[in-house]
């Protein structure tokens, strides 16, 4: 499972907690390419369940699927060496910080409003957490890279999540930001830009960036553009060496066969095709749906968005919700995360979905 150390591996390996560097982690039945025609090593049921039809269930999966790691590589512009495949972009964050940060001494940074994982896995470690506000500007939500670095240095971090475009403010991490801040951290601190929505952005991925700075880790899911959330298929790319370490800390089977099988077939050029058509779609409807509820008379401001979903602040946020709610229309109540007391996120549906919103809001409007 892993190669001969470098000197460059040294380096980097320095980020991951000292008592795992060398940790081999579990050894599963299918740890070691093996043949054989009965296979009676793993102690699984020699019949498929009554409800298993096709008997894809009845062994363990591979612990990282080779046609999903090809399908991925392919889609993301990496090597196969590079990915780490899990149960959704979460585990990949919880592996992170498990594995590189020793509890009550090595810190996380983030820049809330934003994902909640990052501090919730932080706590599970019992590691520190640094918070660097985003900036509230004319252009939008926007990270003090400055303020990041600063923190990361004089709070003894060991992760900085960046987080492109960011949930819930949709701004766009610009890549010569992260490769300055990636500079001044290297050899102290490992920067990972979660991309679960990069497929609606204009700015090309940070794995772009990986080649010059070993410290970069990437964040991609099939979740969001590509349909595929229940599937929970997640991707962390980052450094080969560091992979090793995380795949040794990594449950034995992360990836259940029917999700990988799933995931390949929807990864097909046929599907790849119909995705982009979508995205593009979520694209165009994004800046309609941003101009009319622009538009709105109780709509104080609606946030640029490279994302599928747009982030907007109301007279009444309350109402809004409410009123959406009781048209069957479900929207993200943002108002107890920080600087968002007024302001609800509102996932880009259909067209169909999307008048729905309008004219419910507008309705409710014409009644205040």
């Not at 049921?45 to 590589?73: G, I, K, M, T, V």
């Not at 149960?87 to 992170?96: C, H, T």
């Not at 660097?132 to 990041?148: I, N, R, S, T, Y």
């Not at 309350?318 to 107890?336: C, E, M, S």
């Amino acid at each position: 499972m892993s190669g001969p150390a470098t000197n460059k591996d040294d380096a980097l390996l320095r980020l991951v907690r000292e008592d795992l560097r060398g940790f081999g982690g579990y050894s599963s039945a299918r740890s070691h390419p093996l043949s054989g025609e009965i296979w009676l090593n793993a102690n699984e049921s020699p019949w498929a369940n009554p409800a298993d039809a096709d008997s894809r269930c009845r062994r363990y999966p591979e612990p990282q699927p080779p046609a999903l790691r090809e399908a991925l590589a392919r889609l993301y512009g990496v090597r196969e060496e590079q990915l780490l495949v899990g149960r959704g972009s979460d585990e990949a964050i919880d592996l992170l910080v498990r594995a590189l940060c020793v509890p009550k001494r090595d810190a996380i940074v983030t820049t809330p409003p934003v994902f909640g994982m990052y501090a919730v896995s932080a706590r599970l470690q019992d590691a520190p957490l640094r918070e660097v506000p985003l900036v509230d500007g004319p252009a939008g939500f926007g990270v003090d890279l400055e303020a990041v670095t600063l923190a990361a240095e004089q709070g003894n971090a060991r992760l900085v999540f960046l987080c492109s475009p960011s949930n819930p403010t949709g701004t766009d991490v610009p890549l010569a930001g992260i490769a300055a801040l990636a500079q001044r951290l290297a050899g102290r601190a490992l920067v990972v830009v979660d991309e679960a929505y990069g497929e609606f952005s204009d700015q090309p991925s940070a794995t772009s960036l990986m080649g010059e700075h070993r410290n970069i880790a990437v964040l991609r899911t099939l979740s969001k553009a590509h349909a595929l959330a229940a599937a929970r298929i997640g991707t962390l790319i980052a450094d080969p060496a560091l992979i090793r370490v995380l795949r040794a800390c990594q449950a034995p089977y992360p990836v259940p066969t029917p999700c990988a099988d799933l995931a390949i077939a929807g990864l097909s050029d046929e599907a790849l095709a119909r995705t982009a058509e979508r995205v593009a779609t979520v694209r165009s409807e994004r800046a309609r749906l941003a101009t009319a509820l622009a538009d709105m008379p109780g709509v104080r401001r609606v946030y640029p968005s490279s994302g599928n979903y747009l982030l907007v602040r109301f007279d009444d946020a309350q109402a809004a919700f409410d009123g959406l709610l009781a048209a069957g229309v479900v929207v993200r109540d943002q108002r107890a995360a920080p600087q968002l007391g007024d302001a609800l996120r509102i996932t880009i549906g259909s067209p169909e979905q999307n008048d729905r919103v309008l004219a419910t809001l507008a309705v409710q409007e014409a009644a205040a």
